[in-house]
């Protein structure tokens, strides 16, 4: 079956894989699995309509082994946009080793703005703007989408790049 659907109890029978293997390659697929159906429930129904019982459920999972994996929604939520988040950054950036820096940050502003204009992205977003709606949670709303890990590469290219073009970070 595709990616849109778990046959019954698949993921059931992952954590049981995972506890007989005893491995952590093991866990991270069965965890990876939940967080896939979780990012479906998320997208199709939105933030505030989709329960941890409903995951759980579709996942083939009882749902104290969901919170014993997430002690709560916006935890689930936070998985799966760092998963996302990860697919995101991994993705290769189009400018070459020897380009300068100027051309380099042009490059991944570049990028940066073609990413976020897809719809993934777009309903990502959506989800983050609603799980962290309050005035006070700018911070937690930047972490999870990405935008913290994003200034972290923007400064290593140009800690990295910099001193080539004359400046030094």
């Known amino acids: 079956q595709g990616q849109d659907s778990w046959p019954e109890a698949g993921i059931a029978q992952l954590e049981r894989i995972a506890i007989h293997a005893g491995t952590n390659i ?3 697929i069965f965890l990876h699995a939940i967080q896939l159906t979780a990012a479906q429930a998320f997208l199709a ?46 993705m290769e950036g189009t400018y070459s080793a020897n380009d300068g820096l100027e051309q380099r940050l042009k490059q991944i502003a570049a990028d940066i703005l073609r990413h976020a204009t897809t719809p993934e ?49």
């Open 26 to 28: 093991a866990i991270k």
């Open 121 to 169: 992205v777009q309903a990502f977003w959506s989800l983050v703007s609603t799980a962290w709606s309050e005035p006070g949670e700018a911070r937690e709303r930047q972490d999870a989408i990405g935008y913290t890990r994003m200034l972290i590469g923007l400064e290593q290219e140009i800690r990295m790049a910099g001193p080539a073009s004359g400046i030094v970070a």
């Open 45 to 90: 129904k939105g933030y505030e309509h989709t329960s941890m019982e409903a995951v759980a459920a579709q996942a083939g999972i009882p749902k104290s082994t969901l919170y014993k994996r997430f002690p709560d929604k916006r935890a689930l939520l936070r998985a799966v946009l760092s998963d996302r988040v990860s697919a995101w950054c991994d």
